[in-house]
């Protein structure tokens, strides 16, 4: 490959990195919509139905008007173990959280197995807004709803979601035939505010994932072009050194035959390509290992909700527990199974 051509390739590539990265974060809420946290369900016992209901929350705020999701990678039990809340936690706790999270409203819950009914599940979800008394909401349910995108769970979603906000559905999910509600315990929350404050979302993280992972194939594939070329201009400049008597030391010096001119030039073009392939092949594996883990980390993609089956086994969780205090911090590794 011409060393122009690779060149101007990397510009280009490099170019379209940055306006995809510009693109990807260039849709923030609005400032008619109110942002929202959902942070996970907190659960010692079912895993899966918090798993479930958690993204049920978070599709139902995403079709609710007048609220946008915002999105963070940190769990309600993650933060709460971080900042040293109580095992209920008080009115300080939540509003640390807050703090941390710079939101001015989240939604929270815990849930349960039911140890007197077998088979159910219950949860009590809170909508937690800066200034405003706090508000809950309560509903028990059958443990095999496991699927996010289940009508039934979808269902219980829409009344948790409407019991904190006093929010109409905008799309009826249909009735559920195995869930066993009970009357929600809450009170009529007050209308979203017209110019909220909080955290910052990202919309575009898949998107960003997989037009890394397409920058670093091309510079791969151009890493590699060059590690060709290397090779053969190498090779070509041996072949030529060994037409060349042995008390010639420097061909670039000696320009009186043919093969010392062949043998300079090719030795200079080895040593350009081979500094260009690894160049290329650093920032190509550097891109390729940011999409995977653009990838790998992205627990909120409502499209994979949708086409994700019922979930029958529970995963390990890796966690990161950062404790802040006022002069020092740690930074614990938990793993749940």
Same mark, same amino acid.
């Given at each position: 490959? +011409?060393?122009?051509?690779?060149?101007?390739?990397?510009?280009? =590539?490099?170019?379209?990195?940055?306006?995809?990265?510009? %693109?990807?974060?260039?849709?923030?809420? %609005?400032?008619?919509?109110?942002?929202?946290?959902?942070?996970?369900?907190?659960?010692?016992?079912?895993?899966?139905?918090?798993?479930?209901?958690?993204?049920?929350?978070?599709?139902?705020?995403?079709?609710? +008007?007048?609220?946008?999701?915002?999105?963070?990678?940190?769990?309600?039990?993650?933060?709460?173990?971080?900042?040293?809340?109580?095992? %209920?936690?008080?009115?300080?706790?939540?509003?640390?959280?807050?703090?941390?999270?710079?939101?001015?409203?989240?939604?929270?819950?815990?849930?349960?197995?039911?140890?007197?009914?077998?088979?159910?599940?219950?949860?009590?979800?809170?909508?937690?807004?800066?200034?405003?008394?706090? =508000?809950?909401?309560?509903?028990?349910? $059958?443990?095999?709803?496991?699927?996010?995108?289940?009508?039934?769970?979808?269902?219980?979603?829409?009344?948790?979601?409407?019991?904190?906000?006093?929010?109409?559905?905008?799309?009826?999910?249909?009735?559920?035939?195995?869930?066993?509600?009970?009357?929600?315990?809450?009170?009529? $929350?007050? #209308?979203?505010?017209? $110019?909220?404050?909080?955290?910052?979302?990202?919309?575009?993280?898949?998107?960003? $994932?997989?037009?890394?992972?397409?920058?670093?194939?091309?510079?791969?594939?151009?890493?590699?072009?060059?590690?060709?070329?290397?090779?053969?201009?190498?090779?070509?400049?041996?072949?030529?050194?060994?037409?060349?008597?042995?008390? =010639?030391?420097?061909?670039?010096?000696?320009?009186?035959?043919?093969?010392?001119?062949?043998?300079?030039?090719?030795?200079?073009?080895?040593?350009?390509?081979?500094?260009?392939?690894?160049?290329?092949?650093? =920032?190509?594996?550097?891109?390729?290992?940011?999409?995977?883990?653009?990838?790998?980390?992205?627990?909120?993609? %409502? #499209?994979?909700?949708?086409? #994700?089956?019922?979930?029958?086994?529970?995963?390990?969780?890796?966690?990161?527990?950062?404790?802040?205090?006022? &002069?020092?911090?740690?930074?614990?590794? &938990?793993? &749940?199974?």
């Amino acid at each position: 490959m +011409p060393r122009s051509i690779a060149l101007t390739l990397g510009v280009f =590539v490099s170019f379209a990195w940055c306006l995809a990265a510009r %693109t990807a974060q260039a849709d923030p809420p %609005t400032a008619k919509t109110v942002p929202v946290y959902v942070l996970a369900i907190w659960t010692e016992d079912a895993d899966d139905q918090a798993e479930a209901l958690t993204r049920a929350l978070r599709w139902r705020v995403q079709q609710a +008007p007048g609220w946008s999701l915002l999105e963070t990678s940190q769990s309600f039990e993650t933060l709460a173990i971080a900042l040293k809340c109580p095992a %209920t936690p008080d009115a300080a706790c939540l509003q640390r959280i807050a703090d941390q999270l710079k939101a001015d409203h989240y939604i929270w819950g815990t849930m349960e197995r039911r140890r007197s009914v077998p088979g159910q599940v219950e949860t009590e979800v809170h909508l937690w807004s800066r200034g405003q008394p706090s =508000v809950s909401a309560h509903e028990t349910f $059958a443990d095999s709803l496991r699927d996010a995108s289940d009508g039934s769970t979808r269902g219980i979603a829409t009344r948790l979601f409407g019991a904190l906000t006093g929010a109409e559905p905008s799309v009826a999910p249909p009735p559920s035939p195995i869930a066993a509600p009970e009357p929600a315990e809450s009170r009529r $929350a007050p #209308e979203p505010p017209s $110019a909220p404050s909080g955290g910052g979302s990202f919309p575009g993280r898949s998107a960003l $994932a997989y037009t890394a992972l397409a920058l670093g194939a091309g510079f791969l594939a151009v890493g590699g072009a060059e590690a060709a070329d290397w090779l053969g201009d190498s090779t070509g400049s041996t072949n030529d050194r060994q037409q060349i008597p042995r008390s =010639v030391t420097d061909v670039c010096a000696d320009m009186t035959r043919p093969q010392s001119l062949d043998a300079c030039t090719k030795g200079k073009d080895a040593v350009t390509a081979s500094t260009l392939a690894w160049i290329f092949s650093g =920032v190509g594996a550097v891109l390729a290992g940011t999409g995977v883990v653009l990838l790998a980390t992205d627990h909120h993609s %409502t #499209e994979a909700e949708s086409r #994700e089956g019922p979930r029958t086994a529970t995963k390990a969780r890796f966690e990161l527990l950062p404790a802040i205090e006022p &002069r020092s911090g740690s930074l614990d590794v &938990r793993v &749940r199974f």
